[in-house]
């Protein structure tokens, strides 16, 4: 672990679970990481605190923030649009109204000129298709797509190399990534989930994000350490 | 002209003479046009300024304007790293100095998160693979990429849409995208294309884009309004 001198990777690092787990995960692949978050608008500073906590923990080689004002476009309730329910059914097989229009090609395309600019061809994204079924762009085909984007669109991929995007966490269940996440020695305490965090940052327990959350400890066996004690809320 | 009423398309106006005749051919094929100016690192605010009176010009129903600070990555002379040279020999087929990381992927998914977020369908982009024969981004297989890329990873896609990007100049030359602007009546006196601008925002008359448009003038059998006349420099 801690790996800062093998072939640079930039990683998207949100502050939440999934993206900590898929960074560690090519951390101990071997790949030096350099650590992209984007401030795109989201309600809650939390997430970016978390990530620069998660950051410091991984011990990337470089951590950069970048604001992008997705918010500024409108159409999602994670920018601000409309409200974030509580206590709705997730995984429906819908696309949720947490879903923020183009997120995850707005991500890719600036870990992508990240990438170039450092002359990596390693991005690393921790999307999960199970969790986010209702999620267009977090599909294995839509991430084929995007890799092959990569290719056409750059100076690297023109003069012949070649990007790979990892998603290691694509076909995982919530658990699998958790007990992962334990084997590679991670803290979760230090992430954060929750769509509606109350006062100081708590999860609420009870949002989409938060239930996937809480059923991938239990179902894992464990428990989740940013949890509120059943009783409280 | 200026059509307010008809479909809504984003179109991405960077303040050159391109992306204004590609705007200008969209709006009179009937779109509504919603302009984005992506502030990027370039060097110079006269891109910005242009983009302003060319969205006036142009009558767009709104002009979004949006940060994303690309030279944090570093990797090109036109943000800041290195130098553009003048006097250079432009349509070399190699990818110049000026080539930005990704830049056209990133500025294309930002269309289309407000494209999403509008419910519109269409993207027009000002790209011209004759005269950036070296940039990657520019070809007619990246955009088809890039729009299949579009229905995978939206809702909108996913719902039964189907994303239309638009880039009319793709096979022209300078002089045949000058002659249809003059048939749209533009006034390119409000745009700017030099990469090395002189104090007050002045077009160098030497740097690749400027040469590639004076010849194209000169083709066109008409004058430049922004070029500066013969003798001063």
């Given amino acids: 672990m801690h790996e800062r001198s093998g072939s640079p990777a930039v990683v998207l690092l949100s502050g939440g679970l999934d993206s900590y787990t898929a960074a560690a995960i090519a951390q101990a692949d071997g790949f030096a990481l350099y650590a992209l978050t984007v401030r795109y608008g989201q309600l809650h500073s939390c997430e970016i605190e978390a990530s620069r906590r998660v950051a410091r923990a991984l011990r990337v ?49 600036l870990a992508l000129s990240w990438a170039e600019a450092l002359a990596a061809y390693d991005i690393v994204i921790g999307v999960n298709a199970l ?46 990534i958790i007990t992962r996440g334990q084997e590679l020695g991670l803290d979760y305490g230090l992430t954060h989930s929750c769509y509606v965090p109350l006062p100081g940052g708590r999860a609420c327990g009870r949002c989409d994000s938060c239930q996937l959350r809480a059923r991938g400890f239990a179902q894992a066996g464990l428990v989740d350490p940013v949890m509120p004690s059943p009783g409280k809320s």
Same sequence: chains 1, 2.
């Fill in 131 to 176: 969790d986010y079924s209702g999620y267009p762009d977090c599909r294995q085909e839509y991430l084929n797509a995007f890799q092959r984007l990569a290719d056409l669109g750059t100076r690297a991929g023109v003069e012949g190399g070649c990007f790979r995007l990892h998603a290691p966490l694509v076909r995982w269940t919530k658990a699998e």
């Fill in 61 to 109: 080689v470089q951590h950069l923030e970048l604001n992008v004002d997705l918010a500024a476009f409108g159409g999602s309730a994670l920018t601000g649009d409309g409200l974030v329910e509580k206590n709705q059914q997730p995984d429906r097989g819908e696309i949720p109204a947490t879903y923020v229009p183009a997120r995850n090609t707005v991500l890719l395309s």
